[in-house]
Nanobody, 124 residues
């Protein structure tokens, strides 16, 4: 049974940092491109970042470029999202997702497995 479990969310002040983790079980993480998405109250789920199977190729939403960094450790079956210079607009539930295709994708429909999400709240 495939499980993706996010952790590391919480309440942070604007300008602060958080690191999210996504631990995978029931699959070999190195076979999947991975992505982070987020959904704010009353808004649609949106793409945040993605990373290729080896970690050599990444992409980010314009709204987080220069502030967020996605990385992975396939030996630990874990993907990370380092979030710096947080702003209130980053407040959302953050989800990690696994994509079995070779290329990286920014749209949710390419992703086969999803975690339950972790809440990130940034206060001004």
């Amino acid at each position: 049974q495939v499980q993706l479990v996010e952790s590391g969310g919480g309440l942070e002040q604007a300008g602060g940092s958080l690191r999210l983790s996504c631990a995978a079980s029931g699959l070999t993480l190195g076979r999947y491109a991975m992505g982070w998405f987020r959904q704010a109250p009353g808004k649609e789920r949106e793409f945040v970042a993605t990373i290729s199977r080896s970690g050599g190729n990444v992409d980010y939403a314009d709204s987080v470029k220069g502030r967020f960094t996605i990385s992975r450790d396939n030996t630990k079956n874990t993907v990370y999202l380092q979030m710096n210079s947080l702003i209130p607009e980053d407040t959302a539930v953050y989800y990690c997702a696994a994509d079995l295709t070779v290329a990286i994708h920014t749209t949710a429909n390419h992703y086969s497995y999803w975690g339950q999400g972790t809440q990130v709240t940034v206060s001004s």
